[in-house]
């Protein structure tokens, strides 16, 4: 089972090799795949930040 500093890690660098699909692509064609990449990643961050503030919260009381 995962932890969730490893689940973090593994969207930080989805969202890394996303934002550099989108960045280094040609303009002569057009995808979206690389920015629904990257917008999922960004969402699986918040996700687990969210998650972690809560677990961290919960060991705390």
């Known amino acids: 089972m995962l ?3 490893d ?3 593994i969207y930080s660098v ?10 280094l692509k040609t303009s002569a ?3 979206f795949v690389p920015l629904i990449g990257l917008s999922a990643s960004i969402l699986g961050i918040w ?8 677990v961290s919260e919960e ?3």
């Open 3 to 5: 932890t969730a500093l």
């Open 14 to 23: 989805l969202c890394f090799i996303a934002f550099c699909a989108l960045v």
């Open 29 to 31: 064609e057009p995808s």
């Open 59 to 61: 060991q705390e009381s």
């Open 47 to 54: 996700i687990e930040m969210r998650r972690w503030q809560d």
């Open 7 to 9: 689940r973090l890690t």
